[in-house]
T-cell receptor
Framework: SQQGEEDPQALSIQEGENATMNCSYK?????LQWYRQNSGRGLVHLILIRSNEREKHSGRLRVTLDTSKKSSSLLITASRAADTASYFC?????????????FGKGTKLSVIP | GAVVSQHPSRVICKSGTSVKIECRSL??????MFWYRQFPKQSLMLMATSNEGSKATYEQGVEKDKFLINHASLTLSTLTVTSAHPEDSSFYIC???????????FGDGTRLSIL
């Protein structure tokens, strides 16, 4: 079964607005990563947050992690039309096979110019 | 950044054909490569994990005789879909990571359509 579950499944916003996507997971993790996928393409790694971190920034991206609630959020500030894509969270579990990722179902973001 | 090349990007073939998909890491040594399958509007499902020089580890429910994986070098892994049928039609994506394991670098995927 899928470890990560994103919500919302789809999000449509105006250019310049902020976009927030949430991810929940079920088991203990080593780290949580966010990826972006343009339609029909592979995934691009955006940001990684470790289990002992609570917040991380990278450019217009801000990721939070709450291990007590087993949830994470991805905030994209000042969105651009080029941010239109699907965004997936992926968790790396603890223990053996910790390099394997389990992906959520993704949030499809549409940024309207 | 690290580059992973996946080829071909699209395949259309008749039922019963075997199809080989290549995944190459162009500028780093990929200790581990992963193969995923993605159905329309759905997430990536891990099919198998392969380490260079050893047999791939398949996820539950994935037929290893159906999906043959070879990881003969630190820069190349191949996935062969044997005797493909229409239900095998999907988007297949590979990824690669070095010894550190993080992050995974993804290819652009292969759209497989079996008629």
């Amino acid at each position: 079964s899928q470890q990560g579950e994103e919500d919302p499944q789809a999000l449509s916003i105006q250019e310049g607005e902020n976009a927030t996507m949430n991810c929940s997971y079920k088991t203990s993790i080593n780290n949580l990563q966010w990826y972006r996928q343009n339609s029909g393409r592979g995934l691009v790694h955006l940001i990684l947050i470790r289990s002992n971190e609570r917040e991380k920034h990278s450019g217009r991206l801000r990721v939070t992690l709450d291990t007590s609630k087993k949830s994470s959020s991805l905030l994209i500030t000042a969105s651009r039309a080029a941010d239109t894509a699907s965004y997936f969270c992926a968790t790396a579990s603890t223990g053996a096979g910790s390099y394997q990722l389990t992906f959520g179902k993704g949030t499809k973001l549409s940024v309207i110019p | 950044g690290a580059v992973v090349s996946q080829h071909p990007s699209r395949v259309i073939c008749k039922s019963g054909t075997s199809v080989k998909i290549e995944c190459r890491s162009l500028d780093f040594q990929a200790t581990t490569m992963f193969w995923y399958r993605q159905f329309p509007k759905q997430s990536l499902m891990l099919m198998a994990t392969s380490n260079e020089g050893s047999k791939a580890t398949y996820e539950q429910g994935v037929e290893k005789d159906k999906f043959l994986i070879n990881h003969a070098s630190l820069t190349l892994s191949t996935l062969t879909v044997t005797s493909a049928h229409p239900e095998d039609s999907s988007f297949y994506i590979c990824s690669a990571s070095n010894a550190g394991g993080v992050p995974q670098h993804f290819g652009d995927g292969t759209r497989l359509s079996i008629l």
